[in-house]
T-cell receptor, first 117, second 108 residues
Framework: NAGVTQTPKFQVLKTGQSMTLQCAQD?????MSWYRQDPGMGLRLIHY???????DQGEVPNGYNVSRSTTEDFPLRLLSAAPSQTSVYFC????????????????FGAGSRLTVL | SQQGEEDPQALSIQEGENATMNCSYK?????LQWYRQNSGRGLVHLIL?????REKHSGRLRVTLDTSKKSSSLLITASRAADTASYFC????????FGKGTKLTVNP
């Protein structure tokens, strides 16, 4: 199994440009999420989804859009990139939903390093 | 607000010593998990402890959970240089958020 696949691994944008970070999982996980990680800040939750057609905001959603048209894919869109969005982005998925009694073990992708000039 | 807050933020020890990291969380949880992150890579799940458990072992890892204090600890025994990484806790709740982690350095 491929697990969680993120593309691209590296991207450089100019301020104001838009782009989409792709995330795909082949484990039939219902829960998917996006995090950003900045030095000394740990991981911050951007958006998450508990199933196809359902998305919700995390801790730092501004400047980002998501959609979940299929169980497998959860793309993250930057509408108008800003230097403050320079970060490493991680996609993660889990079989069980967070509020369930089951173990919601997250499987992470390898990360996408984004630089906005 | 962050569901998991690790302490200390950084820890440096010699190979062979034990490393203890602590985590505090704010809301009720069904389970709590510890993850490890090697530099520049995604997080990898280490161990899960359920809310009705007090202690759990896995190899050189020992996790404790005190739901009355909303805290957990991760003990790595007989540390190795390869244990050098950042460690994060995460409490299972509606939003799976993380703290800033503990950066562990094990010196050979």
């Amino acid at each position: 199994n491929a697990g969680v696949t993120q593309t691209p691994k590296f991207q450089v944008l100019k301020t104001g440009q838009s782009m989409t970070l792709q995330c795909a999982q082949d484990m039939n996980h219902e829960y998917m999420s996006w995090y950003r990680q900045d030095p000394g800040m740990g991981l911050r939750l951007i958006h998450y989804s508990v199933g196809a057609g359902i998305t919700d905001q995390g801790e730092v959603p501004n400047g980002y859009n998501v959609s979940r048209s299929t169980t497998e894919d959860f793309p993250l869109r930057l509408l108008s990139a800003a230097p403050s969005q320079t970060s490493v982005y991680f996609c993660a998925s889990s079989y069980n939903l967070p509020a369930s009694s089951g173990a919601n073990v997250l499987t992470f992708g390898a990360g996408s390093r984004l630089t906005v000039l | 607000s962050q569901q998991g807050e690790e302490d200390p933020q950084a820890l440096s020890i010699q190979e062979g010593e034990n490393a203890t990291m602590n985590c505090s969380y704010k809301t009720s949880i069904n389970n709590l998990q510890w993850y490890r992150q090697n530099s520049g890579r995604g997080l990898v799940h280490l161990i899960l402890i359920r809310s009705n458990e007090r202690e759990k072992h896995s190899g050189r890892l020992r996790v404790t959970l005190d739901t009355s204090k909303k805290s957990s600890s991760l003990l790595i025994t007989a540390s190795r240089a390869a244990d050098t990484a950042s460690y994060f806790c995460q409490g299972g709740s509606e939003k799976l958020v993380f703290g800033k982690g503990t950066k562990l350095t094990v010196n050979p």
